[in-house]
């Protein structure tokens, strides 16, 4: 089975400008996670969907971020305007409950590593 | 509220040499426990669970015990390989919260020298 697939794989660009990165969940999979990973501050919860709807978004740092699923395969995290600060990695995990949630793994994509100038 | 703290790293050892990282957690609520390994330029993968106290999870040669009474979660390998340099998390999960959220130690980073 694919596993959690995000795109793409590096992103460099101009501080201003926007940023969209991208996920697919595994099939099936009914929560989606993105999360921020720096050397200061480990990795970071950002916001997590269940059923396609934003349940905590109380980790986005700013509202220059937001993120969206339109439908149960496909989620995006938007930066605009993207800072220096911002450079990061960027991943996605999902998972699904079967029985207690919270003995379930989260499955993670390879991730995102942004570069902001 | 829920924290993981990790042994400090980095790790240095040379192979067929035993692997001990520490962990210990508080837990606001009945935790699940974890085990991630992130190898470089990849996520995180999980290396193991266990869901109750005094379980064993184990997995690739790794183990770790659930230890309720010292709040403990140290992962052990009694003989590593160049092929297990990484980074790893122990991670924790509330039982009865909604989603599974998990929380994260800061990693330890193992290095294996031939």
């Known amino acids: 089975d694919a596993g959690v697939i995000q795109s793409p794989r590096h992103e460099v660009t101009e501080m201003g400008q926007e940023v969209t990165l991208r996920c697919k969940p595994i099939?099936?999979?009914?929560?989606l996670f993105w999360y921020r990973q720096t050397m200061m501050r480990g990795l970071e919860l950002l916001i997590y969907?269940?059923?396609?709807?934003?349940?905590?978004d109380s980790g986005m740092p700013e509202d220059r971020f937001s993120a969206k699923m339109p439908n149960a395969s496909f989620s995006t995290l938007k930066i605009q305007p993207s800072e220096p600060r911002d450079s990061a990695v960027y991943f996605c995990?999902?998972?699904?409950?079967?029985?207690?949630?919270?003995?379930?793994?989260?499955?993670f994509g390879d991730g995102t590593r942004l570069s902001i100038l | 509220g829920n924290s993981v703290t990790q042994m400090e790293g980095p790790v240095t050892l040379s192979e067929e040499a035993f692997l001990t990282i520490n962990c210990t957690y508080t837990?606001?609520?009945?935790?699940?426990l974890f085990w991630y390994v992130q190898y470089p330029g990849e996520g995180l993968q999980l290396l193991l669970k266990a869901t109750k106290a005094d379980d064993k999870g184990s997995n690739k040669g790794f183990e770790a015990t659930y230890r309720k009474e010292t709040t403990s979660f140290h992962l052990e390998k009694g003989s590593v390989q160049v092929s297990d340099s990484a980074v790893y998390f122990c991670a924790l999960s509330i039982r009865g919260t909604s989603y599974g959220k998990l929380t994260f130690g800061q990693g330890t980073i193992l290095t294996v020298h031939p």
């Open positions: 099939s099936g999979h009914d929560y």
């Open positions: 969907f269940n059923n396609n709807v934003p349940i905590d």
């Open positions: 837990a606001t609520g009945y935790p699940s």
């Open positions: 995990a999902s998972s699904y409950k079967q029985g207690e949630i919270s003995n379930q793994p989260q499955h």
